[in-house]
Structure formats: C-alpha cells, structure tokens
C-alpha cells in the first residue's frame, strides 16, 4: 500500500522531478491548450460525420420499410380482391381469365417493386459512401492537425539555442 514516503506505481511526481536531470531529451510542455482548439473543432467534425452517416442510414432504412410495407399491403388487398373475384367466377373460362389478369399483373407489380428497392439500394449505398469519405478526410485532416500541434509543442519544449560569441583573434604582435 503506497504511503508518503513509498509512493505507488502510478507516482508520476517523482518522474517528472527527474525530467531535468535525463538530458537533451526533450519534453514537450502539455499544456491543456496546445491541443484544445484544434481538438474540439476534429471532434465536432468527426461527431457531425459519425451523425450524418446514422441519419443516413436511418432515413433510407425507414425510406425502404415504408416502400416494402405499402407494397405488401397493395399485394394482399389484390390477393384477396383475387380471392373474391374467384369466389363469384361461374365459367371456368372467367376463372382463367381472373387468374390470368391476376398473375400478370402480380409479376409486374413485384418487378417494378424490387427495382425500385434496388435503385433506393443503390442511392442509399451512394450517400453512405460519401459520408463514409467525408469522415475518412476528417480523419486524415485530424492526424495531421494534431501532428502539427504536437510539433508546436515540441518546438516549445526545445531550449532555445544560445547564440555562440565569436572570438577575435588578438592582433598579432610584432616580435623583435
């Protein structure tokens, strides 16, 4: 159990009381703000992308629900309307006639159905693409900000280079 007088593992105060004696190694003064601009305008953008892509994919899956069910619905009014219109069919040349009308119809409609889906497949793979790009930029432009503040920060870090005095030679003295 760590006391004052025997610290713990995770006493940094003693480290960093060393830090002056390691050296020319430099230590970048982490000061809260170095990164804090730049850190809080990357995370609103890399948020705003995480955003938009879910806004996306939730507008399109409620987009392609709503499609997929209306059409369900619009097929089984017309199963049963086919139902019924066999329930009042006499001949059995009108019988063929229904279903005939019936199965034409019903292929049609489940073409023209599934490619509507796959073009709102198609759009919607479109747009989460490019969601999917702008957060990849983000992402690229955040490494590279940040790289650019950590080496403000070392560079703060650096000891400033003392300007060396260049000596004058003495005159030389005429022996005689």
């Given at each position: 159990?760590?006391?004052?007088?025997?610290?713990?593992?995770?006493?940094f105060?003693?480290?960093?009381?060393?830090?002056p004696?390691?050296?020319?190694?430099?230590?970048?003064?982490?000061s809260?703000?170095?990164?804090?601009?730049?850190?809080?305008?990357m995370?609103?953008?890399?948020?705003?992308?995480?955003?938009?892509?879910?806004?996306?994919?939730?507008?399109?899956?409620?987009?392609?629900?709503?499609?997929?069910?209306?059409?369900?619905?619009?097929?089984?009014?017309?199963?049963?309307?086919?139902?019924?219109s066999l329930?009042q069919?006499?001949?059995?040349?009108?019988?063929?006639?229904?279903?005939?009308?019936?199965?034409?119809r019903?292929?049609?409609e489940?073409q023209?159905?599934?490619?509507?889906?796959?073009?709102m497949?198609?759009?919607?793979?479109s747009?989460?693409?490019?969601?999917?790009?702008?957060?990849?930029?983000?992402?690229?432009?955040s490494?590279?900000?940040?790289?650019?503040?950590?080496?403000?920060?070392?560079?703060?870090?650096k000891?400033?280079?003392?300007?060396?005095?260049?000596r004058?030679?003495?005159?030389?003295?005429?022996?005689?």
């Amino acid at each position: 159990m760590p006391t004052k007088r025997n610290t713990g593992a995770f006493d940094f105060s003693a480290m960093m009381a060393d830090w002056p004696k390691m050296g020319s190694w430099p230590m970048p003064t982490f000061s809260n703000w170095a990164f804090a601009e730049r850190e809080d305008l990357m995370e609103a953008k890399t948020v705003a992308g995480f955003q938009k892509m879910g806004q996306t994919m939730w507008s399109h899956a409620e987009q392609a629900f709503s499609d997929h069910m209306d059409f369900v619905s619009h097929r089984l009014r017309e199963d049963f309307e086919c139902a019924k219109s066999l329930s009042q069919s006499t001949a059995p040349e009108e019988t063929m006639a229904t279903l005939q009308d019936f199965y034409s119809r019903m292929a049609t409609e489940y073409q023209e159905h599934f490619e509507k889906q796959a073009a709102m497949f198609r759009e919607s793979f479109s747009e989460s693409a490019a969601a999917v790009e702008e957060l990849s930029e983000t992402a690229m432009e955040s490494v590279s900000e940040l790289s650019k503040a950590a080496e403000e920060s070392l560079a703060e870090a650096k000891p400033a280079a003392k300007p060396t005095a260049t000596r004058r030679k003495p005159a030389a003295t005429a022996k005689s």
